[in-house]
């Protein structure tokens, strides 16, 4: 059960990854474009903008949910450090539970309402004409995946895959 949970986390990992990489790029492309087409054409488009707003949104939610996957997002970790490692897997086991039940009420559940609210409403965005609910979207997608990623971490510990050493203090 282990295993195939690493697995998965493994495989959204990557997807998370290529996903991330993707719209940064389509973010890069569309500023450059409106970069362009202010300074050369002389008539910025109207949509670069918008478009750069939305695609930054789902970049900064995709990437957090990557970098708490990867262990990268940021965390005081100095004090935590300085435990024993049977304390410390516990306060990792406890802190990724607190992720998760945040991960839960605030972007599955508040962000679910936030969304459906905002599609309900028909919200338009004003220059690229879609509902912007949609972009709403990303912040109960990348709740899921926080949840997941945490859930496999606390399994990881608990099962005594991951364990503190001495030597990482």
């Known amino acids: 059960m282990l295993k195939l949970l690493i697995f998965t986390k493994k495989g959204l990992t990557k997807l998370l990854e290529l996903a ?22 002389g008539a910025q488009s109207r949509w ?11 970049v900064s939610l995709l990437g957090a949910s990557v970098a708490f996957a990867s262990k990268s997002h ?11 490692p049977q304390a410390r897997s516990l306060v990792e086991v406890a802190a990724n539970i607190l992720v998760a039940f945040f991960a839960v009420a605030a972007f599955i559940w508040g962000g679910s309402v936030l ?4 599609l309900a409403a028909n919200q338009i ?22 949840v997941i990623f945490a859930i496999e971490t606390i399994a990881e510990i608990l099962s005594g895959k991951r364990k503190f050493t001495e030597e990482e203090k």
């Not at 940021?74 to 024993?84: I, P, T």
């Not at 969304?115 to 905002?118: H, I, K, L, Q, Y």
């Not at 004003?126 to 926080?146: C, D, N, Q, T």
């Open 20 to 41: 991330v990489i993707l719209v940064m790029a389509i973010l890069v492309l569309d500023v450059l474009w409106g970069v362009f087409s202010r300074y050369v054409l």
């Open 48 to 58: 670069t903008e918008e478009l750069a707003t939305f695609l930054l949104v789902w």
């Open 74 to 84: 940021l965390g005081v970790d100095y004090f935590v450090g300085k435990l024993d």
């Open 115 to 118: 969304a459906r609210e905002t």
């Open 125 to 146: 965005s004003p220059a690229m004409g879609i509902k912007v609910g949609y972009v709403y979207l990303a912040v109960p997608i990348s709740g899921v995946f926080i």
